[in-house]
């Protein structure tokens, strides 16, 4: 069964600093582009960030350029978001996406998210 | 950045066509993609690359894409349907991935 399974998130204050995980099993982790999305509590989809197969291309939604930090460990199956300088609007449910094709760039596989509450 | 622009909600009466809105400047030139999120779950695809389908997702399911304009259609909808929807498309100038704020479907 193709899944993810993210972890790592929580409450924490403001400025500090998180490490999200996503857990890749079913499918050949190192073919697939993989990527962030959150949504904050009511709100719609918003994209993080995405990493290509080998972390040759890398890019960063602007709200949060300079701050996270997205990673990948082929040989682990597993994809990380190192979330530094965290503000009250990071508060958000975090998916981790794998896209469809390498040619497609929709999302065909999402995990079940882990919650982040930046909160002093 | 480059914007999409959704309906915040659409209704329509079960076994009617649903149709939902997705406006971005030039987004004809774009690949689009769907997704259908319900209540506590995590998104899922039901269209991609304007107009196909993965593998499970019902015929009832189609879109098109043109102009300044692409559409979800849902054909004889069901109770089911009732969800948030979603479109997505990659903007290659800013190397970004990009949302629109979402529609939420009313089944009556």
């Known amino acids: 069964e193709v899944q993810l399974v993210e972890s790592g998130g929580g409450l924490v204050q403001p400025g500090r600093s998180l490490r999200l995980s996503c857990a890749a099993s079913g499918f050949t982790f190192d073919d697939y582009a993989m990527h962030w999305v959150r949504q904050a509590p009511g709100k719609g989809l918003e994209w993080v960030s995405g990493i290509s197969w080998n972390s040759g291309s890398i890019g960063y939604a602007d709200s949060v350029k300079g701050r996270f930090t997205i990673s990948r460990d082929n040989a682990k199956n597993s994809l990380y978001l190192q979330m530094n300088s965290l503000r009250a609007e990071d508060t958000a449910l975090y998916y981790c996406?794998?896209?469809?094709?390498?040619?497609?760039?929709?999302?065909?596989?999402w995990g079940q998210g882990t919650m982040v509450t930046v909160s002093s | 950045s480059y914007v999409l622009t959704q309906p915040p909600s659409v209704s329509v009466a079960p076994g009617q066509t649903a149709r939902i809105t997705c406006g971005g400047n030039n987004i004809g030139s774009k690949s689009v993609h769907w997704y259908q999120q319900k209540p506590g779950q995590a998104p899922v695809l039901v269209v991609y690359d304007d107009s196909d389908r993965p593998s499970g997702i019902p015929e009832r399911f189609s879109g098109s894409n043109s102009g300044n304009t692409a559409t979800l259609t849902i054909s004889r909808v069901e109770a089911g349907d009732e969800a948030d929807y979603y479109c997505?498309?990659?903007?290659?100038?800013?190397?970004?991935?990009?949302f629109g704020g979402g529609t939420k479907l009313t089944v009556l």
């Open positions: 997505q498309v990659w903007d290659s100038s800013s190397d970004q991935m990009v």
């Open positions: 996406a794998k896209v469809f094709d390498p040619r497609v760039s929709a999302f065909d596989i």
